[in-house]
């Protein structure tokens, strides 16, 4: 007890001094005359100021407000406004252990009044517990007035009776001072006239006594009516006093009734809110279990999903493998059955080769000129085939490029309709809200824990679901991807055993021109129908594909009617996944056209060795010329054709990109945007938008105050609004100016979660250029962020709270 004494004669004599700290403006701002402590508020201003403006500190007026002597004025700012230097800290501190003791005496006092209180039986609530101390107190102030009013009417009825008492022990000793006095007179007269007669003698004796006898009958007199005076005046202050004493039990009888009727009615007002609170809690509890449900039934509804997903990819694999091993079959029985062919064939050529010897010799000349014709013929063909593949491809390539705008303008509705259905659950959430506030108002802030943690809970689980599904996708795209290329390469396998074969029948042209050209015949008309059957194999499984991928896509928007909140998490993996895409699509687009340059050249060089055994065969050069060059004009144009498509299909994919960057800049998304019809105040807050890999931004506006919302998933201490380790973020600018924004809520630890409010002149420097970096400072560290993904946020976003 004595330490705090000390403490409290320290701290009226530090106040009792003139405090005059020196520090200067950290900004451009205005000094203040008044402060709404109710609000937190400034109004009427002074004078301005500019930054690095020197002034003086004379006081401090509690929470974040200084009061501070600039030039010849004195006014009111904000910490914000100013450099808090040391001695403003220990300033701050005094202020705050000044403000602790007399909470700590009024506690005290509450504490022994609130023991008075428990006689009654039961410890109402605060402010109805003060009430009966506050009545209890001017009940016993009237009371104590009454009786000091009492005791000095007393007193004064004392204070008479001892001031007439007092007259007359007084007129008592005047009467006996008379007697003694007529006595020693008599006595003198007696002495004087004794030589006079008897007569005169007796009668001035008779006159003497009779004169006595009057003064002591009126002294009597005087005493007896003193005395009924006094009665009288004493059976008045009797009754009086009575009349008093039944007055104030009366009081105390109306005052006892009264506590006791406030008793009651505190026990029924506390009954009642118990009853309510308990309401309120079971409707709580209801809600929470119906979230609880819907959560397991959207988690049970995407396990439901998956497991059709997977066994509808199961049945899919479980399709292409069938049908690969029917086409492995069906090549397989081709090869053995041209290789049977091919085998007879040779049979019958030896037995027929002597026969046909002479009458090959003899029309050598005339069948070199119409294979000639024939080859050219067979290679008009051969053009005519690999135009009709590459038309086909690029029906495949543009029937897959339908499917995943077709997915992409799915999942665009299926955003779009998620927005909707948020935006509706949202208001009807705030307007529940609205009508619990009140009641809910003390639980408040546990339950918005507890509300943000199960969200974010289930954000992670959906965005984790999101993730999962996001890759399948792209698994299965893969999947489709690597099958084209195990068919491009199984097809560049068959062209290169059909250029062995040419290679092995040209061996025998000059026997078997005829049959030779009969045999290529048929095994290009027999190519043909195979790529015809695998291109009607892969149009199938491509139906099918896309029949399970829109089955799929209907499961996917149903679930995505049930998620809340995802927008700006699945436009980020969106965003992800169509980067993804692109580098995918470039890859598949370089790797095809590498494989389709690396065939041609492959049949080119099978062509030239074609065309120097032709030549070889026969003197048909100026053919062989002119067929080698129809090729490699061919070859140059196929070359050409694909890198026009690949940079016709990359000028498209950056267009996309580039639309979509600009769509989401030019629009503002927003978590809450409503009007207070009470407060007559606009409430706006908008999404999180992530700015780094680990840090998102927030705006917020209420009324005409801005305030911008930094979260980083950095572990930096605290975030502080305390003046000796306020935390703060400096924004870095391309134009080397910087913006340094000061912690001004609550204290928050674990995460960098600051919240600060911005200036008119913060926001229009921030207007003005692109983020270059961020400077966290914590209460336990400083970090630095370079790699800003989104420099144009406060450029693009700030307009959307203005």
Not at 138 to 160: F, G, H, P, T, W
Not at 479 to 492: G, P, Q, T, W
Not at 651 to 680: G, P, V, W
């Amino acid at each position: 007890m004595i330490k705090y004494v000390c403490f409290l004669l320290f701290s009226m004599s530090l106040f009792a001094q003139d405090i005059s700290i020196p520090t200067k403006f950290l900004e451009d701002g205005n000094l203040y005359k008044n402060l709404d402590k109710t609000s937190n508020q400034l109004s009427e201003p002074v004078v301005a100021f500019s930054i690095n403006d020197k002034c003086v500190v004379i006081g401090f007026l509690g929470r974040d407000n200084y009061k501070v002597r600039f030039k010849e004025w004195e006014g009111i700012v904000k910490d914000i406004d100013l450099l808090v230097t040391e001695k403003m800290s220990d300033l701050y501190f005094d202020f705050q252990e000044k403000e602790s003791l007399k909470a700590i005496e009024l506690e005290k006092k509450r504490k022994q009044e609130m023991q008075e209180l428990i006689q009654y039986g039961e410890v109402l609530s605060d402010e109805k517990r003060q009430k009966i101390i506050n009545d209890s107190i001017a009940v016993r102030k009237a009371k104590n007035l009454e009786k000091l009013r009492v005791a000095d009417s007393i007193a004064q009825v004392k204070a008479l009776e001892k001031k007439e008492l007092e007259r007359l022990r007084l007129q008592k000793i005047k009467t006996q001072e008379l007697k003694f006095a007529a006595e020693r007179e008599a006595q003198r007269v007696k002495d004087s006239v004794a030589g006079a007669n008897d007569e005169e003698k007796a009668r001035l004796e008779k006159e003497q006594a009779l004169k006595l006898k009057q003064e002591a009958e009126q002294e009597l007199q005087r005493k007896k009516d003193s005395i009924a005076q006094a009665k009288i005046a004493e059976k008045e202050r009797l009754e009086l006093e009575k009349e008093r004493a039944k007055a104030l039990k009366k009081a105390e009888q109306l005052e006892a009734q009264r506590i006791e009727d406030s008793i009651a009615k505190a026990e029924e007002a506390e009954k009642e809110r118990l009853e309510f609170e308990k309401e309120q809690a079971a409707i709580r509890k209801k809600e929470a279990e119906l979230e609880i449900k819907r959560v397991n039934d959207s988690i049970a509804q995407a396990k439901v999903a998956e497991k059709a997903r997977l066994e509808l990819e199961q049945e899919r694999a479980k399709a292409l493998k069938k049908a690969e091993e029917l086409e492995a079959k069906r090549i397989a029985d081709f090869r053995a059955k041209a290789e049977a062919e091919e085998k007879q064939r040779l049979e019958n050529e030896k037995a027929e080769t002597l026969k046909q010897a002479e009458a090959l010799e003899a029309k050598r000349v005339a069948d070199s000129i119409a294979k000639v014709a024939k080859e050219k013929e067979i290679l008009l063909k051969y053009e005519r085939a690999e135009a009709l593949k590459r038309a086909e491809a690029m029906a495949l390539k543009k029937a897959e490029d339908l499917r995943i705008k077709q997915v992409k303008d799915s999942i665009t509705q299926a955003n779009e309709a998620t927005k909707q259905r948020i935006e509706r659950e949202r208001l009807e959430a705030l307007k529940r809200e609205a009508e619990l506030k009140e009641v809910r108002r003390k639980d408040s802030i546990i339950q918005a824990k507890a509300a943000e943690n199960k969200r974010l809970e289930q954000e992670r689980l959906e965005a984790l679901a999101l993730k999962q599904a996001a890759e399948i996708e792209v698994k299965r795209v893969s999947d489709s991807i690597i099958k084209a290329e195990e068919d491009e390469k199984k097809r560049l396998v068959f062209e290169r055993e059909k250029a062995i074969a040419r290679e092995r029948s040209a061996k025998l042209e000059a026997k078997r021109i005829k049959d030779s050209l009969d045999l290529v015949q048929v095994a290009e008309n027999k190519r043909l129908e195979i790529e015809r059957e695998n291109a009607k194999a892969q149009k199938i499984a491509a139906e099918l594909e896309a029949s399970q991928l829109k089955k799929a896509l209907e499961k996917a928007e149903e679930e995505a009617l049930k998620k809340e909140r995802l927008a700006l998490a699945y436009n980020e993996a969106l965003k992800r996944q169509a980067e993804q895409e692109a580098a995918r699509i470039s890859d598949s687009i370089n790797k095809a056209n590498a494989a389709h340059i690396k065939r041609l050249e492959i049949e080119h060089a099978l062509a030239l060795q074609e065309a120097e055994k032709q030549k070889a065969l026969n003197n048909q050069a100026d053919a062989i010329k002119q067929a080698v060059e129809l090729e490699a004009n061919r070859i140059r144009d196929s070359i050409a054709q694909v890198n026009a498509n690949k940079e016709q299909e990359s000028n498209r994919i950056a267009e996309n990109q580039n639309s979509e960057r600009m769509q989401f800049r030019n629009n503002c998304h927003y978590l809450l945007d409503e009007y207070d019809d009470f407060t007559k105040k606009t409430t706006i807050k908008t999404e999180a938008y992530t700015i780094s890999e680990k840090v998102n931004v927030e705006l917020f506006k209420y009324g005409k105050k801005i305030s911008v919302f930094i979260n980083a998933s950095i572990d930096l201490g605290c975030v502080s609004y305390l003046s000796n380790s306020r935390s703060n973020v400096v924004v870095q600018l391309e134009n080397n100016q910087s913006v340094t924004l000061y912690h001004s809520w609550n204290m928050e630890c674990g995460e960098f979660l600051f919240k600060a409010d911005l200036t008119k002149s913060q926001i229009l420097s921030l207007e003005k250029s692109p983020i270059k970096s961020l400077k966290l400072r914590g209460t336990k560290g400083i970090r630095e962020i370079d790699n800003i993904s989104y420099k144009e946020f406060f450029m693009d976003k700030l307009r959307c709270v203005e």
